[in-house]
C-alpha cells in the first residue's frame, strides 16, 4: 500500500518549484513536508559561497525562541554540517551520541528546544550559492528513519535544480535593478509595454509625470499624448516597432516631441523595441520601451563624486554643478554667495583640472560623467 509520505511526493515537487517566485521562496513546500515526515521543523539555509556571506534561513514550524537563539548566532556551534553533497543523513549516524551529548550545539541549542533529531542534505550549486536543507524532531518522537531518507533522497534533487534557478533569477534581479537605478538617477522615465501596447511597467519618474496629466495620461492601460492627433502618432510609432519585432527586421526607433500645455519645456519620446531573445514569447515579455526626457529635470551629478573624480575643492565642485544646470557665472557667484572675480578664479582651477578650455566643454563633462551614477536612486514604489 502505498504510503502517505509517497502519496505526498508529487505535491511536494510541485511546491518546490512553485517556491522558487514565492516571497520567502518555498514556504508552501516546507510546510508541505513536515507532515507526511513527521517533522516538527523544516528548514533551508541558503549561503553564498564567499566566506563570511549572510546567511538566508527560510525555517517553518519550530518554537520561536529556539529559532531565533539559533538565528542570533548559536548556528555556528552546529555539528551537523559539511554533509556529503546531496546526500541524506540523520544526525545520529553523523556524529555519535557520545560526542552530541558533550557538543556546545546540544548543552545550548536542543536541549533547551527539546530537539532529539535532525535529517537533512548538503545541497551546493557551485559558485552560487551552499544550502543546508534540515528536518527536525522534538523529544517524544522516533528518530528519522529509512522510508524518511528515501523520500528525502527523492526531493533532494529537485531542490537543488530549484536552488540554482533561484540564484539564476537573483542575479537577473539585482542585474535589472541596477541598470534600473541607473536609468532613474539619469532623470529619465521609462514604460514598458507588453506585445499588445499596454503599460507594463513604470519606473518612479514616468509614474510622477503620468500624475502631473501635463501631455501625458494613462488611459485604459495605454500611453495618451494631450491631442488626438498625437495619441495617433504615438500609437503608430508603437504599432511600427511591434510590427518591426514580429517580422524580426532590425530594430528602429521613434521620437517623438510632447508639447506641455502648462507652457513648460516639452518632453521628448524614444520609441523603441526591447531585445528578446530567441525564447522570449508571451504577453508578459516586455516588447516596447518607452524613455521620456524632461528637459527641466537635471539629472542631478553628486557633489562629492565630482570632487573625488576630478579632485575638484568643495566651492569647484559645486560652481560645476551650477554651470551645469544652466547658471551664469554671475548668477553662480550669487548662488555660492562670492563674488565673480573668486568664481573666475575657481573657474580657472576647473579648467586646468579638467584639461577643458570653454564653460560649454565643462557642461558636457559634467553632464556625461559617471557623477550622475553616484548617488543612491530611489527606490521603486
Do not use: C
Request: net charge negative.
Amino acid at each position: 500500500m502505498e504510503s502517505t509520505a509517497s502519496r505526498a511526493l508529487p505535491g511536494l515537487i510541485e511546491a518546490i518549484y512553485e517556491g522558487i517566485l514565492q516571497d520567502p521562496p518555498w514556504q508552501d513546500f516546507l510546510t508541505g513536508l513536515r507532515e507526511p515526515l513527521g517533522a516538527d521543523i523544516a528548514a533551508i539555509f541558503l549561503q553564498p559561497p564567499e566566506p563570511g556571506s549572510r546567511v538566508v534561513m527560510l525555517v517553518e514550524g519550530g518554537r520561536a525562541e529556539g529559532i531565533d537563539s539559533y538565528k542570533r548566532g548559536q548556528f555556528v556551534f552546529d555539528p551537523f554540517i559539511d554533509l556529503p553533497d546531496g546526500e541524506v543523513v540523520t544526525l545520529h549516524e553523523f556524529i555519535s551520541t557520545e560526542a552530541l551529548l558533550d557538543s556546545d550545539f546540544y548543552r545550548l541549542t536542543m536541549k533547551p528546544s527539546g530537539l532529539y533529531d535532525f535529517l537533512g542534505a548538503d545541497l551546493r550549486v557551485p559558485g552560487e550559492f551552499e544550502a543546508r536543507f534540515r528536518l527536525a524532531r522534538y523529544e517524544g518522537k522516533p528518530r528519522f528513519g529509512q522510508q524518511d531518507r528515501e523520500l528525502l533522497g527523492l526531493i533532494t534533487p529537485h531542490l537543488q535544480r530549484a536552488i540554482r534557478i533561484h540564484a539564476r533569477l537573483n542575479q537577473l534581479s539585482s542585474e535589472r535593478d541596477l541598470y534600473a537605478g541607473a536609468v532613474q538617477q539619469l532623470s529619465l522615465g521609462t514604460i514598458l509595454l507588453d506585445g499588445e501596447g499596454r503599460i507594463q511597467q513604470l519606473n518612479p519618474l514616468a509614474r510622477e509625470l503620468l500624475a502631473q496629466r501635463d501631455g501625458l495620461s494613462l488611459v485604459d492601460g495605454r500611453l495618451r499624448l494631450n491631442s488626438s492627433e498625437r495619441s495617433a502618432a504615438l500609437q503608430a510609432a508603437i504599432d511600427q516597432v511591434l510590427s518591426n519585432q514580429r517580422q524580426a527586421v532590425p530594430a528602429m526607433v521613434e521620437v517623438i516631441r510632447v508639447p506641455r500645455p502648462s507652457g513648460r519645456a516639452d518632453l521628448g519620446l524614444v520609441v523603441r523595441a526591447v531585445p528578446r531573445g530567441h525564447f522570449s514569447e508571451g504577453v508578459a515579455v516586455p516588447a516596447v520601451a518607452i524613455f521620456i526626457s524632461d528637459p527641466e529635470r537635471q539629472g542631478g551629478a553628486d557633489a562629492e563624486v565630482l570632487q573625488r573624480l576630478f579632485d575638484f575643492t568643495q566651492a569647484e565642485a559645486r560652481l560645476a554643478l551650477l554651470l551645469a544646470d544652466g547658471y551664469s557665472l554671475d548668477e553662480s557667484a550669487a548662488a555660492i554667495g562670492v563674488t565673480r572675480n573668486t568664481v573666475r578664479t575657481h573657474l580657472r582651477s576647473i579648467f586646468t583640472k579638467t584639461g577643458v578650455t570653454r564653460q560649454t566643454l565643462l557642461v558636457r563633462l559634467v553632464l556625461n560623467s559617471v557623477a550622475a551614477l553616484g548617488q543612491p536612486a530611489d527606490e521603486e514604489a
